[in-house]
């Protein structure tokens, strides 16, 4: 068995757990959920805590807790002393509980549990996108619950679970000092353009041979893909995958909807439904435009990214390396807006472009009315071009930097972000 290595995200979640709200990891299929929620659940357990691990595959279970939210307690300790103010850390009782959305309506089960025993019951959950979809869950668990998203690995992961630490810690220290410039850069952009190309779901990460790497990719697009397409309840699966081969085409670029539409030959509501169910199953994001006051900056496109590159480059079945393909830019791209994802709140994250097409990558709204201002190119080039001359001048309070995917003192260098 594989030791288990921890995730970005782990200390966070483990944070949270002294918050009476539920704790409700989600993310893409096969990214590693339950495997986060056992480690978690035996830090809990090693700390002596009263705590139980189910799973909604069990049919057993499911059909119990179908019937009422209360046969939940057939299988792990109902709480005790309940409507105590202020329970003791030994009196409140923890059930981890995998794939929460197998239940007939998870969202009221979580609901029932959490105002019939308050502190006393801590729940900690996975739920695929099925659950995430629903829009019940955000309306009746309101105030109940904060979601953790787990994503596939990212760069930094990504050296873990390749076992190569001490690249891992050289990565660390290339954020930290500014203008450091590693010895070993070339060996990391390497490893970059590999993990550009075949992305960050374990199973593929785990895999040492290329050609078995691209036949697991093709078995998540293939058998993962369908379970979203079923489970949200999209009626034509042949146009839902010829859009998201659309928008793999465009990464980077602004999604037109109408122009999809005709493309794929369905109407502007199937395209929304469709963009809907990618967004909330954790395949794409949307970008949206910078806006301010100036009427001719009023672009209402959005930009499109993957949130794997993996899954990006098997939709379109292009594996070969950085420097055969005419893609390379907008997998650098994207792989900013990944990072950038990791750094902020993706809802302060968005681009700038102008009437008359003058842009700025990606725009980070630090605090109200000014922030950060990234242009990404592959070469940092000396001077500022006439978008990024445009934008300094009408938002002096946002720092304008370059990210250079080749190491420059003069630009951020993509792995120093």
């Not at 329970?87 to 197998?102: A, G, K, M, T």
């Not at 596939?152 to 954020?175: G, P, V």
């Not at 950085?322 to 990791?342: C, K, P, Q, W």
Request: glycine share 4%; with cysteine; proline share 3%.
């Amino acid at each position: 068995m594989r030791m288990y290595i921890q995730r970005s995200i782990h200390e966070h979640i483990l944070k949270h757990l002294g918050r009476k709200e539920y704790t409700i990891i989600t993310g893409p299929r096969q990214c590693g959920k339950t495997t986060l929620l056992r480690a978690i659940y035996n830090d809990i357990k090693k700390l002596g805590h009263e705590v139980t691990f189910l799973t909604f595959e069990d049919r057993d279970i499911l059909s119990a807790v179908n019937r009422h939210p209360e046969e939940i307690f057939f299988f792990a300790p109902r709480p005790d002393h309940v409507g105590q103010a202020n329970p003791s850390l030994n009196n409140i009782r923890y059930i981890f509980i995998d794939e929460v959305q197998y239940a007939d309506d998870p969202s009221n089960f979580l609901k029932y549990l959490f105002d019939t025993y308050g502190h006393h019951l801590k729940i900690v959950a996975t739920g695929s996108s099925a659950f995430y979809i629903d829009r019940k869950f955000k309306d009746s668990l309101s105030g109940r619950k904060r979601v953790f998203e787990l994503k596939t690995l990212s760069f930094d992961e990504w050296l873990l679970f390749n076992n190569m630490h001490d690249l891992a810690e050289e990565l660390k220290t290339i954020r930290k000092q500014k203008g450091y410039v590693s010895a070993r850069f070339r060996e990391l952009l390497g490893l970059l353009n590999e993990y550009l190309i075949f992305g960050g779901y374990p199973a593929v990460v785990l895999e040492r041979d290329k050609q078995e790497k691209i036949v697991l990719l093709k078995e998540i697009k293939n058998a993962f893909l369908k379970r979203d397409i079923d489970e949200s309840g999209v009626s034509d699966a042949d146009k839902f995958y010829n859009l998201l081969v659309l928008l793999a085409s465009q990464t980077a670029n602004l999604v037109n909807r109408n122009e999809l539409a005709n493309t794929i030959g369905v109407d502007n509501k199937t395209i929304e439904k469709y963009l809907y169910v990618l967004q909330k199953c954790f395949h794409i994001d949307l970008v949206k435009p910078f806006h301010s006051n100036i009427r001719k900056e009023l672009i209402r496109m959005p930009k499109v990214y993957f949130k794997d590159p993996g899954m990006r480059n098997v939709a379109l079945n292009r594996f070969f390396d950085l420097n055969m393909r005419d893609d390379t830019g907008a997998l650098i791209e994207n792989y900013v807006f990944n990072r950038l994802s990791h750094l902020y709140d993706r809802d302060i994250i968005r681009f700038w472009r102008t009437a008359d097409k003058k842009e700025i990558d990606f725009i980070v709204s630090t605090s109200f009315n000014e922030g950060l201002a990234y242009e990404v190119k592959m070469t940092c080039k000396q001077g500022h071009s006439i978008s990024e001359r445009t934008f300094s001048l009408a938002y002096s309070n946002y720092t304008l930097e370059t990210i250079s995917y080749h190491p420059d003192p003069m630009c951020v260098w993509i792995l120093s972000l």
